[in-house]
């Protein structure tokens, strides 16, 4: 029997790689299929309507040739994916000022994208290839390093207190503490924007606010939708200048809280037998670290300041510290 | 004179956290600058051709009010930034289907997001939600195995070579490698996908052409300035399909050529060095890792498959690896 659950673990951990690939293609397969499913009727639905209004428009209108509307109409759309302001109301008002530029600055750095400002000339599109070359790895950088200075304090404290005040195993204290701070971040950063934004632009919904707040903390840049589009100048300066902030406090807190996710021990175990062959074969998973009540786990570092466990956070170029580190303390001992 | 230069040296390494920040927001600064600059008269002259436009085509159809055609152009612009087909010859092309939707998936589970493609609907928007949080780190995670998979390969396998059979140094191997790896991932990456481009596009000039390829791996995303606007279905089809391989494979060539700079000891020393005051204290920097010849660079770990190198290619999920190889290799001696 312990044979057999042996046997079991190990073809379970040798194919585990072919089995990640399978599943993400899988993954893949049903979200496009939701999103087809889900769309469709009701991308149809909005095409009747603007097509019924062409329609109307052209019968009001008989003097109207319909060559000359379509000519108009082309013409202005393609103006306006350049962001330029096609309509009377707006026109008065946009302009590519200093505040846009930096918000424009801080969204690509970021790698969010803007959909409404993009470099229209031949200078800024080279300059830009040149400056994110150089300043989306440098972002990146800088928000893990002021994220370092916060997980002392978020995740390595708290943890330490759980563990020795409270009593709780460390495994238990880690998965406690994470959780707890999955509702704190989630509430801090997706719901409360989400309300504020409601309260601000009465015509969105709830879940519209919220979908705001996420594509623009995932960085997946918020397609069309953007916030203000019928509000004063000013006040969409200031919208913009609080989603830059909001941008870059959410990214520190959300590597803060990755990194706190990946030091719970059970979180770890998983990554491990995802890992593929190459790594389990070198590591010797153990499965029961998934569990929560096993003594071994004790013996997982203890959040102290020592060498080993202050600089990790590595994210994206944050990664050279493990590599610095494994490289002045640790490899000493094989080479 | 020794003592003047190692005070130098010292107040630098203590200063290095401060100056990191000011020099970042000066970048940020001259980035905001240098965009309204570039961009400021281009917008104007756009947004003067549209309102020439506009002026003559009420001219022309003295019966179109004016507030009417504004009603219709306002409408048309927002469907079409849900990427409805506004224009008749566009509309009995444009389909939500099943590629469109798998290129929908993808570019957003890579974070490039589409500015073509948003979700219309409450129920496609909940949907996103969940199924971004988990696809993200899922896709990063993925795309970061496939890249280790490469990494020995493309990496170790050359710097070995390069140090062994032609007595290159350590640091003078790496640094020509992740040279000589830089010309070729550029070649291949971004100029000849923009001459292809270019080739397919006759009205985009090259830079236009390297700009785009530029945004999608770079996951910033392409601002409106999307490929095949006027290609007919099937041509398109192809184009979102050969995209997405485009933007998946190169992602992964990126994250290798990413770990390979960070194996050179240069760059692992400037970033030692702009870590902070709390990382050189403990790690004692070595500024002259800075300099080529150094016999004490040679100690650096020589791309053996050893535990301690195995495993070195953290990007965003992957830092679980280096920490588990401390907890599990490294931290027994510290604990």
Same mark, same amino acid.
């Given at each position: 029997?312990?044979?057999?659950?042996?046997?079991?673990?190990?073809?379970?951990?040798?194919?585990?790689?072919?089995?990640?690939?399978?599943?993400?293609?899988?993954?893949?397969?049903?979200?496009?299929?939701?999103?087809?499913?889900?769309?469709?009727?009701?991308?149809?639905?909005?095409?009747?309507?603007?097509?019924?209004?062409?329609?109307?428009?052209?019968?009001?209108?008989?003097?109207?040739?319909?060559?000359?509307?379509?000519?108009?109409?082309?013409?202005?759309?393609?103006?306006?994916?350049?962001?330029?302001?096609?309509?009377?109301?707006?026109?008065?008002?946009?302009?590519?000022?200093?505040?846009? !530029? @930096?918000? $424009? *600055? +801080? %969204?690509?750095?970021?790698?969010?994208?803007?959909?409404?400002?993009?470099?229209?000339?031949? &200078?800024?599109?080279?300059?830009?290839?040149?400056?994110?070359?150089?300043?989306?790895?440098?972002?990146?950088?800088?928000?893990?390093?002021?994220?370092?200075?916060?997980?002392?304090?978020?995740?390595?404290?708290?943890?330490?207190?759980?563990?020795?005040?409270?009593?709780?195993?460390?495994?238990?204290?880690?998965?406690?503490?994470? !959780? @707890?701070? $999955? *509702? +704190? %971040?989630?509430?801090?950063?997706?719901?409360?924007?989400?309300?504020?934004?409601?309260?601000? &632009?009465?015509?969105?919904?709830?879940?519209?606010?919220?979908?705001?707040?996420?594509?623009?903390?995932?960085?997946?840049?918020?397609?069309?939708?953007?916030?203000?589009?019928?509000?004063?100048?000013?006040?969409?300066?200031?919208?913009?200048?609080?989603?830059?902030?909001?941008?870059?406090?959410?990214?520190?807190?959300?590597?803060?809280?990755?990194?706190? *996710?990946?030091?719970?021990?059970?979180?770890?175990?998983?990554?491990?037998?995802?890992?593929?062959?190459?790594?389990?074969?070198?590591?010797?998973?153990?499965?029961?670290?998934?569990?929560?009540?096993?003594?071994?786990?004790?013996?997982?570092?203890?959040?102290?300041?020592?060498?080993?466990?202050?600089?990790?956070?590595?994210?994206?170029?944050?990664?050279?510290?493990?590599?610095?580190?494994?490289?002045?303390?640790?490899?000493?001992?094989?080479?």
């Amino acid at each position: 029997m312990a044979q057999l659950v042996s046997s079991l673990r190990l073809t379970c951990q040798v194919n585990v790689f072919p089995c990640l690939v399978l599943c993400y293609l899988l993954f893949i397969l049903v979200g496009g299929v939701v999103f087809t499913a889900v769309e469709r009727p009701v991308e149809k639905e909005l095409r009747a309507e603007v097509a019924e209004l062409w329609r109307s428009f052209l019968q009001e209108n008989p003097c109207v040739q319909e060559s000359r509307l379509s000519e108009l109409l082309g013409r202005a759309l393609s103006a306006h994916h350049s962001d330029v302001a096609v309509l009377k109301a707006d026109a008065e008002e946009k302009r590519y000022d200093f505040t846009s !530029s @930096l918000y $424009f *600055v +801080i %969204v690509t750095l970021t790698t969010m994208g803007s959909d409404t400002y993009t470099p229209k000339s031949d &200078e800024t599109k080279l300059f830009c290839i040149f400056y994110c070359t150089l300043g989306i790895p440098l972002t990146l950088f800088f928000l893990t390093l002021l994220s370092n200075l916060l997980l002392p304090i978020v995740t390595y404290a708290p943890v330490q207190h759980l563990h020795s005040y409270w009593g709780l195993p460390y495994t238990q204290a880690a998965l406690t503490h994470a !959780s @707890l701070l $999955f *509702v +704190i %971040v989630f509430s801090l950063l997706f719901l409360l924007p989400a309300l504020l934004v409601c309260m601000l &632009e009465p015509d969105w919904s709830f879940l519209e606010a919220l979908f705001f707040c996420f594509v623009i903390l995932s960085t997946v840049g918020q397609g069309g939708n953007s916030l203000g589009r019928n509000w004063s100048l000013s006040a969409r300066e200031t919208q913009e200048l609080f989603t830059t902030c909001y941008l870059l406090v959410g990214l520190i807190v959300i590597i803060t809280f990755r990194d706190t *996710v990946l030091q719970v021990p059970q979180v770890r175990a998983v990554i491990r037998l995802l890992s593929g062959p190459q790594y389990t074969e070198l590591e010797s998973i153990h499965l029961n670290e998934l569990s929560l009540n096993e003594d071994h786990c004790e013996k997982e570092p203890q959040y102290s300041q020592s060498i080993c466990t202050i600089s990790s956070v590595p994210f994206e170029l944050m990664s050279p510290y493990s590599e610095l580190q494994r490289a002045t303390t640790c490899c000493p001992d094989t080479s």
